[in-house]
């Protein structure tokens, strides 16, 4: 098997050059797993596919297409040029995201085709979705929503069970195994359709954002119905820490300024966590989690906003 996936839940995110210098050649790194912009350097070869740093998300691709595109532009020439080369895929978690991106390496012959309805549907669903943090109105009766919901059922049952805080690197790929298994049937037309399920629990807000408890995976696109554009979802792990996201649906809605947000939350955090990510999501799953509950957090943000003079229009 040329491509090796190196799975490493527990592992913090490394540089570009941590990563250049210490993995060995012929090395890819996926959607975090190096905390910093997209780079190339053809002398190992060493490559970082990610969308969480570097420009603005709205003028980026999100990982996935830009290993789509990649892969159409000659990254198997380059990482494997006889085809006997291992070549290493370096991830730190089994997202839609890195799970598309795992399989465009996989079945590199298969996304190679220009012309591919089935699976541009599902790659631009996933990339339209990821760069608004999923604050997008799609229609309910469009058939990608509930195709795409079953194709990363595994992720998504594997995330809202617990399991996932766990890191356990086995269980990573098992999902990622099955989300492959389920893109190879959705392009063969042979994949289920799940129902939408868009339910949320609202737990703490302030004047133009809200904190939710998200139950169902399509909870994103209720919000984004309703208006909501800058939101935190928080999600308590079996060891009572939280893990938040926090999102604004573009930089646009620069009175939620997250970055800055998460600057101020990680100095104020005691424990052992950070919150990390681009210029309109940042997070703390990829960290222990955090021992202030949601309406702490919620304070926190509101009385940041408000020492700041930050309010919508």
């Not at 969308?51 to 998300?57: A, M, S, T």
């Not at 892969?71 to 291992?86: A, K, Q």
Request: glycine content about 8%.
């Amino acid at each position: 098997m040329p491509f090796i996936p190196e799975m490493h839940p527990k592992m913090t995110p490394v540089t570009w050059e941590h990563f250049k210098a210490n993995m060995p050649p012929r090395s890819i790194a996926l959607d975090g797993f190096v905390y910093d912009p997209p780079a190339f350097d053809p002398r190992g070869p060493h490559i970082n596919f990610d969308h969480h740093r570097g420009p603005p998300r709205s003028s980026m691709l999100c990982t996935s297409t830009q290993v789509l595109v990649a892969v159409r532009e000659g990254l198997i020439d380059m990482f494997l040029p006889t085809g006997d080369e291992d070549v290493h895929v370096w991830m730190n978690d089994c997202d839609p995201d890195v799970g598309l991106s795992w399989y465009a390496l996989e079945h590199h012959w298969i996304v190679r085709a220009p012309v591919n309805p089935a699976l541009h549907r599902l790659y631009g669903y996933v990339q339209d979705m990821d760069r608004a943090s999923g604050l997008l109105d799609v229609p309910r009766d469009m058939p990608i929503v509930g195709q795409a919901a079953w194709v990363f059922e595994p992720y998504w049952q594997f995330r809202f069970s617990g399991a996932i805080d766990m890191k356990d690197s086995h269980a990573f790929m098992g999902v990622l195994r099955d989300v492959t298994h389920r893109v190879s049937e959705f392009l063969a037309s042979r994949s289920n359709k799940l129902p939408i399920d868009d339910r949320y629990e609202v737990l703490g807000c302030g004047e133009e954002w809200i904190m939710v408890r998200e139950i169902g995976l399509h909870a994103r696109m209720k919000m984004a119905r309703r208006g909501i554009r800058a939101f935190v979802s928080a999600r308590q792990k079996p060891d009572g820490r939280w893990v938040y996201t926090i999102c604004r649906k573009s930089a646009y809605i620069w009175w939620f300024p997250v970055p800055e947000i998460c600057a101020h939350l990680n100095s104020n955090e005691l424990e052992e966590d950070y919150f990390g990510g681009g210029d309109i999501v940042f997070g703390n799953a990829r960290g222990n989690g955090s021992t202030r509950d949601p309406e702490q957090i919620t304070d926190t943000i509101n009385a940041f906003l408000r020492d700041n003079n930050l309010r919508a229009p």
